[in-house]
């Protein structure tokens, strides 16, 4: 929805990700000062990634209020929703891992193809670099484009599509060689944060007492299985936070949204843990103007977000 009425002052409501960054989009494509637009975007439910960016049913939208120059609301139908906002990418993935025979890893080969329509840029062999850092390894990354729309962040830019590939490789590994699933990860995964959790998963009694592969015969069979990941971490020191009082609220004031991700619950604790023992009613707060905030994806909300929460108490 977008309300153009006033030439000097534009005002959307869209389920986005990135209230700062859309507002300088839209500030960009029609010539506006980042003070001449406001985004409002208070609860957004699922965003994985697709959220992010300035998408053809909000310039739709846009452009008919200014014809207007009255309020207008677009909905996109079935079709339409399918056919502008993007479409989940699709991968072929090849890998090929080098295992010695005390079951230290070698080497590490990924090929990936990205089926992403019109889009290029397909990272899901990189992707696969962040874990197993034990070996040398090499990635190759290949774009196949087709006559679709272009693809669009699901989860996150390709982030279970490698998860699920190399994971899947390094099973079929620990299988063949009859080792266990979590202690062939140790092994090859360098990250001591990973192996904390490798050590806690491996005593648990759920993993010890699972089925040993290949021993169910039935048609309905249970299991239990493991799989590690990693993803990028980002810091944003442009980030900040109004803290202030109103008819004796205390009220956090950002540019970032709720996506499922409990980014207000994270500034509502960040906040708790500097206040006074007298206790003041609390309220977070979205602002569609200011103060600058980064994208509710990965890890930017959560780190700048405490920073700045301490510089303000």
């Not at 957004?44 to 846009?62: E, M, N, Q, R, W």
């Not at 202030?244 to 956090?252: A, K, Y």
Request: net charge neutral; glycine share 8%; with cysteine.
């Amino acid at each position: 929805m977008a309300d153009w009425s006033d030439p000097t002052m534009l005002r959307v409501w869209t389920s986005t990700q990135a209230i700062d960054h859309i507002r300088h989009q839209v500030a960009e494509r029609y010539g506006l000062g980042d003070h001449q637009i406001e985004v409002n975007a208070d609860f957004v439910g699922g965003g994985f990634g697709a959220k992010s960016v300035l998408s053809p049913d909000l310039v739709g939208a846009i452009e008919l209020s200014r014809l207007a120059r009255r309020p207008v609301r677009l909905v996109l139908d079935r079709r339409e929703e399918l056919t502008a906002t993007g479409n989940r990418p699709g991968t072929r993935t090849d890998i090929s891992i080098l295992v010695a025979d005390d079951g230290d890893i070698e080497a590490m080969v990924v090929d990936a193809e990205s089926h992403a329509g019109v889009a290029v840029n397909g990272l899901y062999g990189a992707l696969c670099m962040m874990v197993y850092d034990r070996s040398p390894r090499l990635a190759h990354d290949s774009d196949i484009l087709t006559n679709a729309p272009p693809g669009a962040p699901f989860r996150g830019p390709g982030g279970p599509t490698y998860a699920w590939a190399l994971e899947q490789a390094v099973d079929q590994a620990a299988h063949q060689l009859g080792w266990d699933p979590i202690e062939l990860r140790q092994r090859w995964d360098g990250n001591e944060k990973r192996q904390a959790l490798y050590r806690w998963a491996r005593d648990l009694q759920v993993w010890r007492g699972r089925p040993v592969t290949g021993s169910q015969t039935r048609r309905f069979r249970r299991g239990v299985g493991v799989a590690a990941a990693n993803w990028l971490y980002m810091h944003d020191p442009t980030t900040e936070i109004e803290v202030g009082v109103e008819d004796g609220r205390l009220v956090v004031t950002n540019a970032t949204q709720d996506i499922g991700t409990g980014s207000k619950t994270l500034l509502a604790r960040a906040v708790g843990r500097r206040r006074s023992k007298r206790r003041k009613p609390f309220e977070t707060r979205s602002a569609p103007i200011w103060p600058p905030f980064p994208t509710a994806r990965r890890s930017p909300p959560t780190e700048p977000a405490t920073a700045a929460i301490a510089s303000c108490a």
